[in-house]
């Protein structure tokens, strides 16, 4: 008679070709795009849970490479690096990856970066509140105009009355910190260059709106934010856009086929130019949905990406484990 050995899941698991396990990660992570920073959020733990599951599959030399990818891939977008010199960066890369050192020294020097963010922002002299420049762009009638006026003054204007250029100031408690946000609401019809090339000077941050009864308003946010990367000429592409799907009240039936449609058009734009820094939030003006969280999240992705990660990261390189003695952690630390 037989004796049925029991079952040892993780170790058959872990005797799959390296092909296998990538094409379950595909699954749950697009290696070469991050959709949304709470997206990513949740790609790193995945990734960090799986890599951990067990040393054979995470010392095979195919998934090293492919977790080193993701890795360097997460530091980057963390945007704001200086890129002051991209050779350092690349000898950094490569002396953290022979040492087997990437995961962790990525996770800890994002995780102190938000450290810093936060403690940027409370040593902010006499609470001198920190300035948010946001321009809301989009085509004509989708709600920009609706919308900036909710969030300034909490009403919903039924009337339609094209822009030509409007702006407001509003003091805002974001994360328990003060902002003061000015909005600059532009033209769906743009006849003048002069003012297109003005506010996307002007703009730190980018409220890009569409709406849901015109598939064709989301198509049209390409050649806008185009037009940001070309004014804007950062090294990375992480200029904060927020956006936004409006008029939510005027979907009735097919409500997350619809949305998905505009999501997926959105997510075209995000890949095509290499977004790194964008949210998507779905508003209605009229039933006052959402509004404050565009603007808060402008801030919110600002802020992140106001501080320059390189030096952060070589600073963990150098002092890591007095750091980490340095840095209590925080319950609303998102990185784990
Ligand atoms: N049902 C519904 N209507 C909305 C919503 N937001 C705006 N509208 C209406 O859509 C029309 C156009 O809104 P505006 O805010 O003026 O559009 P805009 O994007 O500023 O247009 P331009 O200034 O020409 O570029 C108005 O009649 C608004 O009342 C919404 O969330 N739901
Ligand atoms: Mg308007």
Redesign the pocket.
Known sequence: MSIKQPFNFLANFSSLPPEIYQHILSFAIDPKLFRSKHETHSDIVFIANFQSLSKKISHSKEMQDYFNDFWWRVYECQGSISRKSLHDLELIKIDLMKRGELRRKVILARFIKFQTVKGTLKNAKNGAAEEYRMVVI?E????????TIFYVVNIF???????IEDSYRKVAQVDNRVALLEIM?T???QDFEAFKQNYTTFGNCFVA?CSVDNLETVKALRHRVEYIIKIKERPVNDTPIVFVI??V??LETNRDETLNEFKKEINLIIKEFSLLNTSIVE????KGENINLIFEEGVRMERFYRVDSLPILQNVISKDSALLQEIKPSKRCFIM
């Open positions: 989009g004509e009638g989708v709600g920009k105009s609706a919308l204007v039924d009337l339609y009355d094209p822009t609401d033209a769906g019809n709106v409006n008029k009240d005027l508003s209605s003006a009229k």
